[in-house]
């Protein structure tokens, strides 16, 4: 394929379309389809009655109308039909292609689907709406794989629903009286449920549904289409579609909001990608040879700089939102995204509703080769702040380096953490008692803008990352280390956010090939993308097993909740409400205080009980290293058993 344009800005210049009428619209007993195609000589709408195979009922000649949009009406109801377009090119070219702008699709994604969306409402939809978060800081954000939430036998969700949509909001469900599922989220106290992409990816055969097959998803294909292996039916572009409603609408009656990962960095497809076929060498990034730069990791990423590529990300937010409710994005390696594109989503969000969630990775996948300081990298946060970014400063300095798999961090003993974990409990927003301590990792706009986490999808979870770094200290302790990590990530300042089983000692054991043999640092899996469910899937017996663990991280969140003075807003509320305490090298202290109520932190990494000083007053321990109030006053000096978070609250002044 050739490519036609020698500079863009004059190609948008020339050719960019700003209506909202892409794709398929329905008018009463018309059927308007219009795709921006600038670049071919002539383009055709195909209709078929199913989403694969030899079906095709109508070829209808397209005519271009302006800026590049091709243009046809049918005048009979096409509902429930399949489509793509056949785009013709100089030298007798031509590509079949799928609508970017197609809402639904058939199995595989391979043909577009004019789905009557209104009409696939479940009953109740009108009164399902977004949760209400007045600030980014009163969201604790959970990570959660659709597969991993319910494929695992013990999920006690029925087996036809498993690893399903419809199995992520099956209510009751248990394991030996321990609540799995949905019924989990809202029992651990969870504000919002981040689905890794469930945006219609690639690699999993559709058709295959059910042979054990697994990815993460970010293999992305079709941008405003759901996956369908996670439906009952994929062959149905219907079904898909009310599944999903479904499942937003009854996290939102659990009082949960729906964060989408959204993938629009690169393409799974390059040349054969349908932003390709359809524009050639337009969606992604083309160095001065004319190839494809990879700063995704992926082997292409896409140009969010071009006015019609900026266009559609914000079109199919806009869709999400608007069509399924949704409360949030993350965005995958958002630092491939031009800051002046993200800011423009932040606006267009705003108009709809200002408390939707954005947040995302302030890196890339490799070099890419726009202006580092035109992307949304973490070092430019100020240029976009009121967009989350990955605190990967607080991961690091509790558990140890991501990349070292045998560094240890603050909770597995090394005291050079501690002036990086003070950054992080002041969100690393400017705060200007700490001056001098780490000022390098004073990045955050607003307390806001910091999403703390010790763990996620990539790389190992926490568990594992300790019981390879701490191989040699008991497995009470490493429980100790792992409730202090905790402590950190929820009663820090900024949005905590944690994956799904975390809060039960989560662990990945790695699934060796024929050819692999197991050491011991490789036996957890840290990279588990395409890894069988063995690794991946929750087994909800460890819950059981570890409820202790589970009981803590649900105290945490509950006394997170509990008061505005974790969830501060500004860095002038830091100033005035947040004080470290000097405590050597020790003990980390710090005092949250308010004219109402006065709390003192101690964390406290040691393997021995250590004594802090608590302000004046009459004081109760708020919460204990097992995550319970103790109810007996104290004062003066306290001690805070090893390896555990203390939490003393002022009873009287
Ligand atoms: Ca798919």
Redo the contacts with the bound molecule.
């Keep these: 394929m050739k490519n036609y344009i020698s500079d863009y800005e004059k190609f948008d210049k020339e050719n960019a379309y700003y209506g909202n009428d892409l794709g398929v619209t329905v008018d009463g007993e018309i059927t308007r389809f219009k795709v921006w195609a600038p670049l071919c000589t002539a383009a055709y709408l195909n209709l078929y009655t199913g989403g694969d195979g030899d079906n095709r009922v109508e070829t209808v000649c397209m005519r271009k109308i302006e800026s590049g949009v091709w243009y046809v009406e049918l005048f009979h109801d096409v509902y429930g039909m399949y489509y793509t377009y056949t785009l013709e090119y100089e030298y007798n070219e031509t590509h079949e292609v799928v609508d970017l702008y197609a809402k639904a699709c058939g199995v595989?994604?391979n043909r577009g689907y004019i789905a009557n969306l209104a009409a696939l409402n479940p009953e109740g939809w009108e009164d399902s709406a977004r949760v209400v978060c007045k600030s980014p800081v009163d969201a604790i954000i959970y990570e959660c794989h659709v597969r991993d939430f319910s494929i695992s036998g013990t999920s006690g969700v029925h087996w036809s629903k498993m690893g399903r949509f419809e199995g992520f909001v099956e209510p009751n469900s248990r394991y030996e009286g321990v609540a799995t599922g949905i019924d989990h989220l809202k029992e651990l106290g969870i504000t919002h449920v981040q689905l890794m992409p469930v945006a219609?990816?690639?690699t999993?055969d559709?058709k295959k549904n059910g042979s054990g097959q697994y990815n993460w998803g970010y293999d992305p294909?079709n941008y405003m289409c759901l996956?369908?292996?996670y439906s009952s039916n994929p062959e149905d572009g219907d079904v898909r579609i009310r599944e999903f409603k479904t499942l937003v609408m009854e996290l939102h009656k659990a009082g949960i909001g729906v964060i989408l990962d959204v993938v629009f960095n690169h393409t799974y497809y390059t040349t054969e990608s349908n932003f390709h076929m359809t524009v050639p060498y337009y969606y992604h990034r083309i160095d001065e040879h004319g190839m494809f730069t990879n700063g995704s990791g992926c082997g292409n990423e896409t140009a969010s700089e071009h006015l019609m590529m900026r266009k559609y990300m914000i079109d199919a937010l806009k869709f999400w939102v608007t069509e399924y409710k949704i409360d949030g994005f993350r965005f995958d390696l958002m630092g491939l995204h031009d800051i002046e594109t993200m800011n423009i989503i932040r606006d267009e969000l705003d108009k709809i509703d200002p408390s939707i969630l954005m947040y995302g990775e302030g890196w890339t996948g490799g070099e890419s080769p726009y202006p580092t300081d035109k992307l949304s990298f973490k070092w430019n946060s100020y240029s976009f702040g009121r967009i989350g970014l990955f605190n990967d400063n607080i991961r690091d300095a509790i558990k140890g380096s991501t990349f070292n798999l045998h560094d240890t961090g603050f909770v597995s003993g090394n005291r050079h953490a501690n002036s990086a974990i003070k950054r992080g409990i002041t969100a690393n927003a400017r705060y200007k008692s700490l001056q001098g301590t780490a000022d390098d990792l004073c990045w955050a706009f607003t307390p806001a803008q910091a999403i703390n986490y010790c763990e996620a999808h990539d790389n190992h979870t926490l568990w594992d990352k300790l019981s390879i770094s701490v191989s040699d200290r008991s497995e009470e302790d490493r429980r100790r280390m792992d409730k202090l990590a905790a402590a950190i990530v929820i009663l820090s300042q900024g949005v905590p956010f944690i994956q799904l089983g975390q809060d039960f000692l989560r662990t990945k054991p790695k699934v060796f090939k024929a050819h692999e043999t197991a050491n011991e640092t490789n036996i957890y899996d840290g990279n588990s993308w395409n890894a069988p469910d063995e690794t991946n899937m929750i087994r909800w017996d460890e819950k059981k097993k570890n409820l202790d663990v589970f009981s803590y991280y649900k105290a945490l969140i509950a006394l997170r909740k509990s008061s505005p003075l974790f969830r501060m807003r500004t860095s002038e509320e830091l100033d005035e409400h947040l004080f470290f305490h000097d405590n050597g090298d020790d003990v980390i202290t710090y005092e949250l205080y308010s004219k109402d109520e006065c709390y003192l932190i101690a964390l406290n990494p040691q393997n021995e009980k250590k004594t802090v000083n608590l302000p004046n007053g009459v004081f109760y321990c708020r919460l204990n290293d097992e995550g319970k109030p103790v109810y007996k006053n104290v004062y003066g000096n306290v001690t805070v058993p090893r390896i555990s978070c203390a939490v003393f609250k002022r009873i009287k002044e």
């Design positions: 595989n994604g219609d990816y690639a999993v559709e294909k996956e369908g292996s």
